[in-house]
C-alpha cells in the first residue's frame, strides 16, 4: 500500500486482537468492519445444505476482508471468519473504508488487485478439490496456510482439515 493511502486510512485504524472462530464477514448480513488480517489466517468458507461448510477463499497478511463491499455488493453468502492462530488487524469502520477508496485511485486499484489474486487462488481451488487426490489437496492447503502464518505450527484437527478441502477426517489423517 502506497505511504499516502496508509496516511489516509491510519487514523481510522483499531488495531483489534482476533481468536479462532471469531466471525470478521457474516453470511448474508451486514459487514460492520474491515479488517486488514497483521497476523493468523482468515478462512472464507461457503456452506452447502446437506453437504457442509467447505473453504473456498484464504487471506493473510496479503489482503483485506469483506471484498464484495470493494465490488459494490452489500452482502455475500460467505462467511469469513479467524481459522489458524492468534490474530492481529487493522480494522476500520465500513463507511470510512468506502469513504477512502472513492477518494484514492491508487487504493482501489490496489484492492482490486488483491480481489483478482483471490479470484484466481479461488478458482484454483476449485479445480484442485475437483480434480485431485487428497494428498494433493492437502498439500495444497496447508502450503497455503504455511504461506499466511509466522510460524509452522497449524494447529487444527483432522476434522477441521477435512471441512476445508472437502475431505472425511478419516482421509486427512491416513494423508498426514
Known amino acids: 500500500m502506497l505511504a499516502d493511502d496508509f496516511a489516509r486510512l491510519r487514523p481510522y485504524f483499531q488495531r483489534v486482537d482476533l481468536n479462532r472462530g471469531d466471525v470478521i464477514v457474516p453470511a448474508n448480513g451486514p459487514v460492520d468492519y474491515i479488517h486488514f488480517p497483521e497476523g493468523g489466517v482468515i478462512?472464507?468458507?461457503?456452506?452447502?445444505?446437506?453437504k457442509g461448510r467447505t473453504e473456498v477463499g484464504i487471506i493473510g497478511?496479503?489482503?483485506v476482508s469483506a471484498?464484495?463491499?470493494l465490488l459494490g455488493a452489500s452482502d455475500t453468502p460467505h462467511e469469513s471468519f479467524i481459522q489458524v492462530g492468534e490474530a492481529t488487524a487493522l480494522r476500520i469502520t465500513t463507511d470510512k473504508y468506502l469513504?477512502?477508496?472513492e477518494q484514492s485511485d491508487t487504493l482501489r486499484t490496489m484492492l482490486l488487485r488483491f480481489v483478482q489474486a483471490l479470484m484466481i487462488q479461488t478458482a484454483q481451488s476449485a479445480?484442485?478439490?475437483?480434480?485431485?487426490?487428497i494428498e494433493a489437496r492437502l498439500a495444497?492447503?496447508?502450503?497455503?496456510c504455511h504461506d499466511r502464518m509466522d510460524g509452522d505450527e497449524i494447529a487444527l484437527t483432522h476434522d477441521f482439515m477435512g471441512m476445508m478441502i472437502a475431505a472425511e477426517r478419516s482421509g486427512v489423517t491416513?494423508?498426514?
Not at 478462512?43 to 446437506?50: A, E, K, L
Not at 495444497?140 to 497455503?144: F, S, T, V
Open 127 to 133: 479445480a484442485t478439490n475437483a480434480h485431485q487426490r
Open 61 to 63: 497478511k496479503e489482503g
Open 99 to 101: 469513504a477512502a477508496i
Open 174 to 176: 491416513v494423508t498426514l
Open 140 to 144: 495444497r492447503w496447508l502450503l497455503m
Open 43 to 50: 478462512s472464507i468458507v461457503s456452506d452447502t445444505p446437506g
Open 67 to 69: 471484498t464484495h463491499l
